[in-house]
C-alpha cells in the first residue's frame, strides 16, 4: 500500500506515522516492517527515524503469513465464545500455552490450529494471536484474538487493567477473610524458576482474594488478579506463609505431605474461573465462566471430609 505524508504530517518519525495511519497494525509489528525493509520512503528503504516532508510517498509492504513449523494438532480445547475476532477456550490443565523451552507440541497453539478454521496470520506467522498466558498446571479462561486489530486492543485492556480476572485457588492455612497484596515482584535471587514479592526492586504486583470456605487445613478463596506476572498468584500466597495445595515450586506439595495422608490434587490447584471484558471491536462486554474441574472439584470434596 502507498501512503501520502501530509503536510499535517510532515516530520514526523515514520514509526510513529505509521502508528497512526496503520492502526491495525501493531507497534512492534511496524517496527518489524521497517527492519526487514518492507517500508520504502520515495522508492528507497527507511528508517524508523526519518521524518519525511510534505507529499514524499511511503510504500508500505505486508509480505504474507509464513507457514511455521507448527503442526496442528487434535486437542480437547472448550470453547466458551467464539466470534470473528476473537475465542475464549478453558484451557485444561497440564497444556502449555505455547512452544518454549522443551515443549514442542501439544500446546493450546497446536490445539487451535486444528480446531479454529477461521484463525488468520496474526503478527506474520500462520498462528494464533496469544493474548497472555496461563501457566501449564493452570486450568481455565484464556482469550485468544484472531485478527491484528482484535489483539492489539485486548493487549491494550490488558495493560490498562480494564480485564477482570478471577482465580479459584485452595491455598494451606488461614489468610484473613479479604485481603490485598501490593508488593514489588521479580524473579527470586537464588532459584531463578521462582518469583519472589520480598525483594527491594522489580515491578508491583498487586492480587486481591476473599475467603470463599474454610475447611480444617486449608481455605478456598477467590482471587483478583490486578496485575500479570508470572507465577503471581502463587508466589504471593506462599510468601505470606500459605502456598497453594499441590504448587512443587512455591512449596505447595511439602505442606501437603505434612498435613495430608495422600497428595489431593496432582498440580497447583488455581483455576481461572471468570473473565471479563470489553470486546476490542464491538466494545460489548464479554463475560466468560469455566466450571472448576474434576481434579479442583476432587480436592475440595476430600477436604470436606477431613
Same mark, same amino acid.
Given at each position: 500500500?502507498?501512503?501520502?505524508?501530509?503536510? *499535517?504530517? $510532515?516530520?514526523?518519525?515514520?514509526?510513529?506515522? #505509521? &502508528?497512526?495511519?496503520?492502526p491495525?497494525?501493531? /507497534?512492534?509489528?511496524?517496527?518489524?516492517?521497517?527492519?526487514q525493509?518492507h517500508?520504502?520512503?520515495?522508492?528507497?528503504?527507511?528508517?524508523?527515524?526519518?521524518?519525511?516532508?510534505?507529499?514524499?510517498v511511503?510504500?508500505? !509492504?505486508?509480505?504474507a503469513?509464513?507457514?511455521?513449523?507448527?503442526? *496442528? !494438532?487434535?486437542?480437547?480445547?472448550?470453547?466458551?465464545?467464539?466470534? %470473528?475476532?476473537?475465542? &475464549?477456550?478453558?484451557?485444561?490443565? @497440564?497444556?502449555?500455552?505455547?512452544? =518454549?523451552? =522443551?515443549?514442542?507440541?501439544?500446546?493450546?497453539?497446536?490445539?487451535?490450529?486444528?480446531? +479454529?478454521?477461521? #484463525? &488468520?496470520?496474526? @503478527?506474520?506467522? #500462520?498462528?494464533?494471536?496469544?493474548?497472555?498466558?496461563?501457566?501449564?498446571?493452570?486450568?481455565?479462561?484464556?482469550?485468544?484474538?484472531?485478527?491484528?486489530?482484535?489483539?492489539?486492543?485486548?493487549?491494550?485492556?490488558?495493560?490498562?487493567?480494564?480485564?477482570?480476572?478471577?482465580?479459584?485457588?485452595?491455598?494451606?492455612? $488461614?489468610?484473613?477473610?479479604? @485481603?490485598?497484596?501490593?508488593?514489588?515482584? %521479580? /524473579?527470586?535471587?537464588?532459584d531463578?524458576?521462582?518469583?519472589?514479592?520480598?525483594?527491594? !526492586?522489580? /515491578? /508491583? *504486583? +498487586?492480587?486481591?482474594w476473599?475467603?470463599?470456605?474454610?475447611?480444617?487445613?486449608?481455605?478456598?478463596?477467590?482471587?483478583?488478579?490486578?496485575?500479570?506476572r508470572?507465577?503471581?498468584?502463587?508466589?504471593?500466597?506462599?510468601?505470606?506463609?500459605?502456598?497453594?495445595? =499441590?504448587?512443587?515450586?512455591? =512449596?505447595?506439595?511439602?505442606?501437603?505431605?505434612?498435613v495430608?495422608?495422600?497428595?489431593?490434587? %496432582?498440580r497447583? $490447584?488455581?483455576?481461572?474461573?471468570?473473565?471479563?471484558?470489553?470486546?476490542?471491536?464491538?466494545?460489548?462486554?464479554? *463475560?466468560?465462566?469455566?466450571?472448576?474441574? !474434576?481434579?479442583?472439584?476432587?480436592?475440595?470434596?476430600?477436604?470436606?471430609?477431613?
Amino acid at each position: 500500500m502507498k501512503l501520502t505524508v501530509s503536510a *499535517a504530517e $510532515a516530520g514526523q518519525r515514520i514509526d510513529k506515522l #505509521l &502508528v497512526a495511519r496503520l492502526p491495525e497494525l501493531s /507497534r512492534s509489528r511496524l517496527k518489524s516492517l521497517i527492519e526487514q525493509g518492507h517500508v520504502l520512503l520515495d522508492g528507497a528503504s527507511a528508517k524508523a527515524s526519518a521524518r519525511p516532508r510534505s507529499g514524499a510517498v511511503l510504500a508500505v !509492504e505486508i509480505p504474507a503469513a509464513t507457514q511455521t513449523a507448527l503442526v *496442528a !494438532e487434535a486437542l480437547a480445547l472448550p470453547v466458551l465464545y467464539d466470534d %470473528a475476532f476473537l475465542l &475464549v477456550i478453558d484451557k485444561p490443565a @497440564g497444556i502449555a500455552v505455547h512452544p =518454549g523451552a =522443551g515443549i514442542s507440541s501439544g500446546t493450546v497453539v497446536h490445539g487451535l490450529l486444528s480446531q +479454529v478454521r477461521d #484463525l &488468520v496470520g496474526i @503478527g506474520g506467522e #500462520l498462528r494464533p494471536g496469544i493474548v497472555h498466558r496461563l501457566d501449564k498446571d493452570t486450568s481455565g479462561c484464556l482469550v485468544v484474538a484472531k485478527s491484528e486489530v482484535a489483539l492489539r486492543g485486548l493487549q491494550a485492556a490488558f495493560k490498562a487493567r480494564t480485564v477482570d480476572k478471577r482465580y479459584l485457588a485452595l491455598v494451606h492455612g $488461614a489468610p484473613a477473610d479479604s @485481603g490485598e497484596f501490593d508488593t514489588l515482584y %521479580a /524473579r527470586h535471587a537464588v532459584d531463578r524458576k521462582r518469583f519472589s514479592s520480598k525483594v527491594r !526492586e522489580g /515491578r /508491583r *504486583a +498487586v492480587t486481591r482474594w476473599r475467603v470463599l470456605r474454610r475447611f480444617e487445613q486449608a481455605t478456598l478463596v477467590e482471587v483478583e488478579l490486578l496485575t500479570g506476572r508470572t507465577h503471581q498468584i502463587r508466589a504471593h500466597f506462599a510468601d505470606a506463609g500459605f502456598p497453594l495445595l =499441590g504448587d512443587k515450586l512455591y =512449596g505447595g506439595t511439602r505442606r501437603d505431605a505434612k498435613v495430608f495422608e495422600r497428595p489431593l490434587i %496432582a498440580r497447583q $490447584a488455581l483455576h481461572a474461573a471468570r473473565l471479563s471484558f470489553a470486546h476490542p471491536i464491538t466494545a460489548a462486554m464479554v *463475560a466468560c465462566e469455566a466450571p472448576a474441574p !474434576e481434579d479442583f472439584r476432587a480436592a475440595v470434596r476430600a477436604l470436606e471430609g477431613t
